[in-house]
């Protein structure tokens, strides 16, 4: 039990990380994790969106500059002024129903964003890691009951997935152009890999057109929320258990494993999938304020209807494990929401702590 924490904390304690993306959901989570293990961190986003935000809560002064990352010089003199071990990228427009809004600032974001840190993070001589961060939606989806390998064809109906399946062929090619593996020790020091999790949940996330926080609003707001695709079946996963696997990859980089460069899927067991209808009940047994009604709205864009990822290399080759299977996952999540809304109390540290101490469940 101890052995994760001590790991952990012995490959990150002092250790610098750049963090993208640290306002948004995911951010803030890594940004505390980072910090309780001892980790120097330095964020680098736009500001939080929105009326509520996990990082206006949090209340803590990060390390950070407040910028796009579409603007190389900020961008370049951000990460050259810190002098990072590790850099994770997770800026990014992470919407579906946004992508189809604005395909053009998603592009922008997610492609040209991507290749504009890698270019100014491969100038830094402190580096010995970038972690790109995309989505398990960058796989060439054929509906059908098969979860994908990190070697499957990538593509992607939306623009959201398209522009996350290009990001990886940006991360394949910047890595054979520039930091390949066989040139390490000559041209450069860096590791680059790229990370495709499930879809994610936790406290803190307050994002438009996600299901969680749908449901939190319907909790709090007293009204009921139209489910769009109730039998869309996604690889849930706590939001822990995905930074967990992005945490113990960079642990690989940092420690100099070239062995590690490439793509890796962290995603939940195989017998461990819900579809939206199964996760919304999961959520209302444990808050029954929330309320729900199916709607089958004909102008609603396409979103992918079953989505399966398979985790085995993460397993074998980095010893990743899900520590949380499905229904805990949602009853923490509702615990979160609950404990904010309920008792104005904030619990991100106290979760991250008892993840810390969990043992892993069985595959
Ligand atoms: N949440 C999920 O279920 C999920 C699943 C798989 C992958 N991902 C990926 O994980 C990453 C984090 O997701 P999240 O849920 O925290 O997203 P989020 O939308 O909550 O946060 C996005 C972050 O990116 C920043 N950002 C956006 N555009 C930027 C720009 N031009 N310049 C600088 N910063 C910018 C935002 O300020 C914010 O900090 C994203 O890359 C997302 O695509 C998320």
């Known amino acids: ?24 959901f995911k951010g803030v989570w890594l ?11 330095f964020g680098y986003a ?4 929105g009326r509520v935000s996990h990082y206006n809560l949090i209340g803590k002064k990060f390390q950070e500059k407040i910028g796009d990352i579409n603007d190389p010089m900020t961008l370049s003199k951000a990460i050259l002024d810190f ?25 922008q974001t997610n492609v040209m964003g991507s290749l504009q ?29 098969y979860a994908y390998r990190e070697s499957d064809r990538l593509g992607g109906y939306d623009m959201y997935s398209s522009s996350k399946a290009c990001c990886e062929i940006l991360i394949d090619s910047f890595r054979r152009s520039f930091l390949s593996p066989d040139q390490y020790g000559n041209s450069h020091h860096i590791i680059l890999c790229s990370a495709r999790s499930g879809n994610v949940i936790g406290g803190g996330d307050w994002n438009q057109d996600r299901l969680i926080p749908d449901l939190v609003a319907s909790a709090t707001g007293g009204v009921s929320v139209a489910i769009r695709n109730p039998v869309a079946v ?43 209808k199964e ?7 444990n808050w029954d304020k929330i309320q729900y009604h199916l709607f089958k709205d004909p102008d609603t864009p396409h979103e992918a209807g079953l989505l399966l990822l398979d985790h085995h290399k993460a397993v074998s080759k980095l010893g990743w ?13 509702m615990d979160w929401y609950k404990a904010f809304y309920e008792n104005n109390e904030l619990i991100t540290r106290n979760q991250i702590e008892d993840f810390l101490k969990s043992e892993p469940h069985e595959i």
């Open 321 to 333: 494990k899900p520590r949380y299977r499905s229904e805990q996952s949602v009853r923490l999540t």
């Open 234 to 276: 996604r690889p849930w996963q706590h939001v822990l258990d995905c930074l967990n696997g992005y945490l113990m990859l960079s642990a690989r980089m940092m420690e100099k494993d070239l062995g590690v460069s490439g793509a890796w899927n962290f995603a939940p067991n195989s017998d461990d999938v819900l579809n939206v």
């Open 279 to 285: 996760l919304a009940d999961e959520a209302r047994k």
């Open 46 to 49: 736009l500001a939080p969106e």
């Open 31 to 41: 940004m505390e994790m980072l910090d309780l293990l001892g980790a120097e961190t």
């Open 117 to 145: 840190v890698l270019h100014a993070a491969a100038h830094c001589r402190s580096l010995s890691g970038i972690l790109m961060i995309t989505t398990d939606k960058v796989y060439e989806n054929k509906e059908i009951h």
């Open 1 to 24: 039990m101890e052995n994760m924490v001590n790991d952990l904390k012995r490959i990150f304690a002092g250790k610098r990380v750049f963090v993208t993306g640290h306002t948004g």
């Open 83 to 107: 002098s990072p071990d590790l850099l994770i990228h997770m800026a990014a427009q992470s919407l579906v129903r946004q992508s189809y809004k604005d395909p053009v600032e998603t592009y």
